[in-house]
């Protein structure tokens, strides 16, 4: 006897099964943008050691870019709903933004007379910085599966954990090896291509990995953490929780060690704002506080002071960083200087407009720049802290999101978006997806 289930109960069985099978197949790209997406990250390390990984997430980012337009041109009113291309208000507030800090950049040059050639390489700057904010989440509206970014994260973190284990050993033994990477023929910051295993810097180890220096492999741990908690195999989920925490352990960046736990809590409890079990928790934790204030007060002015005198050379470069940044200003209030400055002679080898995102956007493009990207991350928090109450994937895209903002006080954005390249792009897929609707396409695939 065959049973039948009328309706809608049948078709959501028959539904449930199949994602069922098809979350049992071994995972693989079904399409063209999966397989760049998927090659790219798992070739990051050969990328890294030849001096190409600098280059190639930008370039994947404006070729798929290119593919979404054409594919968006091409696109019949009559295509199915898994094929069909749709591009979310919250990724438009992306574009816009970061294409404003395009133009207060060009407006900054015309103000200061600094010439074509600086408006052009500042502009193949932004192509390679900024713009990725806009273009990962993009792409990620192309038929690309979160389940797909989340393994192939983990099979990179299990790469990270072999070569961090080496660099590890290395270290004990004083070995180290430096070269400067062969394929830099294009151009760029020389860190890009520094390759070395290991520094040493008040008496912490730091292991950099692939990226140009350690503290940015911290902020990659970070962003590789939440992707690497939705994967369902449980060996590899393992491998990518512990290799992103060792990330952020060996970066020595005391940001991205204060964010893990931090941006962890916050979106536990952003995340089930609605539910009244939140609720009873902290108005507990409200009573257990305020009996124990003096202690807690005392303990983290304690752990303050430690956090400072890790680094205190780096602290006092920063805030005077800051205060020239602010200062000066007033010089350009609504589109800024247009490019980067030297700093005073005491801190040597570090420009204006870096090292905090706000006050180097406030110098370099003014409050146009600051509203951009405060505007963007503002709207994205809005609209995923909604989701989240309903999809662990949004869940995770907000974790994402926490993990940025708390980055914008330390290294510059612009230069480190292409290592974080598979978050950004699961921003996109989150925001893709009608409310309701994303677990189901966490494992289902569409080709093209």
């Known amino acids: 006897m065959r049973l039948h289930f009328p309706g809608k109960l049948g078709d959501t069985k028959v539904s449930f099964v199949n994602d069922f099978k098809q ?14 997406i998927w090659y790219s990250i798992l070739g990051t390390y050969g990328f890294y050691f030849t001096g190409l990984l600098y280059y190639i997430p930008p370039a994947i980012a404006w070729i798929l870019t290119i593919y979404l337009i054409r594919k968006l041109w091409l696109q019949k009113d009559n295509s199915s709903i898994n094929n069909r291309i749709t591009i979310p208000w919250e990724v438009w507030v992306w574009i816009v933004s970061m294409a404003a800090i395009e133009f207060a950049t060009i407006f900054g040059h015309a103000d200061f007379n600094l010439g074509t050639a600086s408006l052009i390489k500042a502009t193949i700057g932004w192509a390679k910085g900024w713009a990725l ?23 990179l973190c299990l790469q990270s954990l072999i070569i961090l284990s080496f660099c590890y050993v290395a270290s ?7 070269y400067t990477a062969p394929l830099n023929f294009f ?3 020389k860190l890009a291509f520094s390759i070395t295993l290991y520094t040493v810097q008040d008496s ?20 590789f953490l939440p992707l690497s908690l939705l994967e369902t195999k449980q060996r590899l989920r393992w491998i990518g929780i512990i290799t992103s925490l060792l990330m952020c352990w060996f970066s020595g960046s005391r940001a991205n060690m204060l964010a893990l736990p931090t941006a962890w809590i916050a979106t536990q409890i952003l995340a089930n704002s609605q539910r009244p079990f939140l609720w009873l928790t902290a108005g507990f934790s409200s009573l257990i506080t305020g009996l124990f204030a003096p202690n807690l007060i005392n303990a983290m002015r304690s752990f303050q002071n430690w956090m400072r005198s890790l680094r205190k050379n780096s602290n006092s470069e920063r805030e005077a960083l800051d205060r020239i940044a602010i200062r000066r200003w007033a010089e350009a209030p609504i589109t800024g200087h247009g490019v980067t400055d030297s700093g ?11 090292h905090n995102n706000w006050t180097g956007l406030l110098f370099i493009n ?3 720049g600051v509203l951009a990207l405060g505007v ?21 895209a907000l974790h994402i999101l926490l993990i940025i903002f708390c980055n914008t006080f330390v290294d510059s954005l612009n230069m480190t978006a292409y290592l974080v390249a598979p978050g950004l792009v699961f921003l996109g897929t989150a925001f893709r997806e009608p409310l309701g609707k994303q677990e189901r396409r966490l494992f289902v695939p569409s080709s093209t």
């Open 204 to 223: 912490w180890l730091r292991i950099a990995l692939f990226a140009p220096w350690a503290t940015i492999i911290g902020f990659v741990g970070n962003v």
């Open 366 to 368: 003014g409050i146009i």
């Open 172 to 178: 004990l033994l004083r070995l180290n090896i430096s």
């Open 344 to 354: 005073p002679s005491r801190i040597v080898g570090v420009n204006i407009g870096t």
């Open 23 to 36: 979350s049992l197949v071994p995972m693989k790209p079904c399409n063209f943008e999966e397989k760049v």
């Open 133 to 155: 904010f806009a273009l990962f989440p993009l792409i990620g509206c192309l038929n690309i599966r979160p389940k797909l970014l989340c393994r192939a994260v983990c099979l």
């Open 376 to 396: 963007s991350l503002t709207c994205s928090f809005i609209s995923l802290v909604i989701r989240a109450q309903e999809s662990q994937i949004a869940k995770s």
């Open 187 to 189: 151009g760029g910051p």
